[in-house]
């Protein structure tokens, strides 16, 4: 308990004490479920007994997972009994590194059904909401606090909520109907990363998955569209592209990382840099997937092509080493580079291209030594070399022992046979039984010559032995060999990949850069954003035609910007554009602006339009009041929150009064914790009306359009002020309806708006018009279709167009 004293607090030590033991006795339960490289999970807090859910991400590596171990020290981790095995092995190794040990607790997969998480979070002991809510106004209602379209993480809840009851964490004392409070739900982030949730990269179009044309080739079917992702993605290598999708899925306010990128772009923008740009890149396409390698390795599955590639890119390696030492120093990439490429790389590189002979060894499929590399082999292989001439000595003796009608005859060595004798086979030798010679062992037949085992290639077997067998395993004893010093320095190998996908993420951002023109961005830990003439960078590709325009949101002003506008105005387009400029920000990329100046935004929010729902039970206007609900209850002070033609799918008036509301909401909120808002509206009667009240955190915005006779031209340029008319009427007819149409329409609203009365126009009586339609037909029927003068699509527009409906 606190008591407050004027403005200060005073805390017993009894208080402090108890506190403390709180402290001390909370626990934290995590709740993991891993699939085919996602992750998704949750963990309850008994301090605050907050449920803080991750939703769905990529995370082959579980290097995010370890660090959301690390960030909140679980004391319990509930995992499923059949789990693929690298999420279990990552969970032993982690249980015996960590200093506090958590419990691990293992349920059955049924715990973890999708189904049966969703149930069993219904049914949640929830005090905040009432006990008389119905069950649907429940679940609309969570559907506003927690991602339900994260299937691995609502299974994850699932056996979370079931340790819970079975550990009743908090209420151990309690009547066993008490159930365990859940008091607030809430997205968790890592720290330092930026929160984006999966709607907000679909309506900017950050992600674009499309259907691949050769879907039968491909496992997934899908390939990435226009997108931001795939405008910036210039990666010359694998393990780049798959890094610079972890930035995009991840994006950070930490300045530090985010100054430390800047700056490796800045030097490769440099036009006296174009040339190493070039060079280092190229030097990046040999760069294979050396982890896939390593572990082929350590299976003994590698084969010469895999080795040759790994060769091929610890060489490119060095290169870079050698290059980046060359280069400022004061870069800490080039650094870490010229320091943690060890000369470990040129031992690796060194000890591959001394051992095997690439050559030899693709041309026949094995690893072949070169020479002087094993004493034993060599003498082995000159022995295997000698054998021409001698067996040619063998083989005229044998002859000469041999039947004067065998004309010719041959000894020969073939693997896992050994020396055989080879004749020809004679026009005698029909059947099996004619084959027998005596003194000979006959083997087999091919292509018309018989092989035979004599005495003297049996005393061949003797003496010489399986030779090639031998040469083989001996030259593999000597590849593994070196397999397991390449494995030993592999620490050396896993280094070059995280540094060199951090260059070449890098390098293609500055390809980016310099392609479109972008600008580095200013990042301050202030609460600014100023953005002059910026563009949206995926339609400025698309459109000859583009206006940039400005943002500007302060410390105290200017926070909460309410656009209207005319339909196709540019309102979407340029709410758009400012959320995809600040992300291009966080990620470290330059951005499509002349100026900028961005400070630390923590989370991006997005209640827009979009073709993917949270759940086909959930109508599209409760969907935008969950996405509404999530940047209201979620967002702070730093967090940009974009909003689009909020709304839709309801009464206008509903519509506008929850809008008026939510707006309210923030500008009635202290300075510090009002977040930059951008909202795009059609509701002009938002601002007409005084429907908010007036602050200096409100900045009202229109798009300027100018009106020449029946024609309406858009500007597309911003300017302070309220939309005074919607246009509808010229919007329409741009959109290509009848001009009679609009006409009514125009006069309708008129009327309605002047108060006066609308008069239904004289329309045809059904029975008029069917006799109308009759004589339309009877002529139809009268006409002669043999008759070559006839046109009958003439005739059928002239009589249907003389019908009057």
Not at 236 to 246: A, D, N, P, V
Request: some cysteine; glycine content about 4%.
């Amino acid at each position: 308990m606190q008591r407050q004293t004027g403005e200060h607090s005073i805390l017993s030590s009894s208080e402090t004490h108890s506190e403390d033991e709180a402290e001390l006795s909370s626990e934290v339960l995590l709740s993991v479920v891993a699939h085919q490289g996602r992750v998704g999970l949750c963990f309850y807090d008994s301090k605050d007994c907050c449920l803080n859910f991750m939703v769905d991400t990529p995370d082959n590596e579980l290097q995010q997972l370890g660090r959301v171990v690390a960030e909140v020290s679980p004391t319990v981790i509930v995992r499923r009994a059949r789990q693929e095995r690298y999420i279990t092995q990552f969970l032993d190794q982690l249980n015996s590194s960590l200093r506090c040990k958590p419990e691990v607790v293992i349920y059955p997969n049924a715990d973890f059904d999708l189904e049966v998480g969703k149930q069993r979070l219904l049914a949640a002991h929830l005090p905040f909401l009432s006990t008389s809510i119905s069950p649907q106004d429940k679940f609309a209602y969570l559907s506003s606090c927690i991602s339900f379209d994260s299937p691995l993480m609502m299974r994850a809840v699932g056996g979370l909520l079931k340790c819970l009851d079975k550990k009743r964490v908090g209420v151990e004392l309690e009547d066993s109907s008490v159930g365990v409070p859940i008091i607030k739900i809430r997205a968790y982030t890592l720290r330092n990363i930026v929160f984006i949730d999966q709607d907000t990269y679909s309506a900017l179009n950050i992600f674009k998955l499309e259907s691949h044309p050769s879907v039968y080739k491909l496992q997934s079917g899908e390939r990435e569209g226009f997108s931001l992702y795939g405008i910036l993605n210039r990666c010359k290598s694998k393990f780049g592209s798959i890094l610079l999708r972890q930035w995009f899925m991840r994006p950070t306010f930490d300045l530090n990382v985010l100054h430390r990128r800047q700056d490796v772009i800045y030097f490769f923008k440099f036009p006296r840099n174009s040339d190493l740009l070039t060079a280092m890149q190229s030097m990046l396409h040999n760069m294979r997937n050396i982890p896939s390698l390593l572990h082929k390795m350590s299976l003994h599955n590698i084969r010469v092509i895999d080795l040759q590639n790994l060769y091929q890119a610890v060489v490119s390696a060095v290169r870079m080493r050698n290059t980046a030492r060359q280069l400022p120093q004061s870069i800490e990439l080039f650094q870490e580079i010229s320091e943690g490429f060890s000369d470990e790389l040129l031992h690796i590189a060194i000890l591959i291209n001394r051992v095997v002979d690439f050559n030899t060894s693709v041309a026949e499929n094995r690893f072949v030594l070169k020479p002087n590399v094993d004493p034993a082999v060599d003498e082995k292989k000159r022995m295997l070399l000698g054998l021409s001439g001698f067996l040619t000595n063998v083989a005229r003796r044998e002859l000469e022992q041999l039947d004067v009608a065998i004309p010719s005859c041959g000894v020969t060595y073939i693997p896992l046979f050994g020396f055989l004798l080879s004749v020809p086979r004679l026009p005698r030798m029909v059947a099996r039984e004619d084959f027998e010679i005596k003194g000979l062992d006959f083997v087999f037949l091919s292509q018309d010559r018989l092989h035979y085992r004599s005495p003297r290639t049996k005393v061949l077997d003797e003496l010489v032995g399986d030779l090639h067998c031998d040469i083989i395993d001996m030259e593999t004893t000597v590849v593994n060999k070196l397999q397991k010093g390449i494995l030993d320095r592999s620490a050396s190998l896993y280094k070059v990949v995280d540094l060199l996908a951090e260059l070449d993420c890098l390098m293609a951002l500055t390809n980016a850069s310099l392609e479109y023109g972008f600008t580095t961005p200013k990042l301050t830990n202030n609460r600014r954003i100023s953005i002059m003439h910026g563009s949206h960078p995926l339609l400025e590709l698309c459109s000859p035609f583009f206006v940039p325009n400005s943002y500007e949101s302060l410390e105290s002003e200017g926070r909460v910007k309410v656009i209207t506008g005319p339909n196709s105005s540019g309102k979407s387009i340029y709410v758009k554009q400012v959320g995809l400029i600040v992300f291009m920000a966080l990620i470290g990329s330059d951005v499509p602006v002349k100026e900028a100046e961005i400070g630390l935004v923590d989370g991006i929010f997005t209640c827009m339009p979009s073709r993917e729902s949270v759940s086909a039970s959930l109508s599209m206007f409760t969907r935008e009041l969950n996405k509404m609900a999530q940047a209201l209850n979620c967002s702070t002070g730093n967090s940009l929150v974009l909003i689009d033609e909020f709304g839709r799918g309801t009464n206008t008036v509903d519509g506008l009064s929850l809008l008026a509301a939510c707006v309210s909401h923030w500008l009635r909120k202290a300075e510090d914790d009002v977040p930059h808002v951008l909202l795009a509206t059609n509701f002009n009667s938002l601002l007409r009306l005084g429907l908010l009240p007036s602050s200096s955190i409100l900045s009202p915005l229109t798009l300027e359009t100018a009106v020449a006779g029946d024609e309406l031209v858009f500007l597309y340029q911003l300017k302070e002020g309220v939309c005074q008319s919607s246009h509808a009427a010229h919007v329409a007819a741009l959109a290509g309806l009848p001009n009679t149409l609009v006409q009514r329409a125009k006069e309708v609203s008129d009327l309605r708006r002047a108060g006066k009365p609308i008069t239904q126009r004289d329309r045809a009586s059904s029975a008029e018009r069917a006799k109308r339609w009759k004589s339309v037909v009877d002529k139809f029927l009268s006409i002669d279709l043999d008759d070559k003068d006839l046109d009958l699509v003439a005739f059928l527009k002239k009589e249907i167009s003389a019908v009057q409906l």
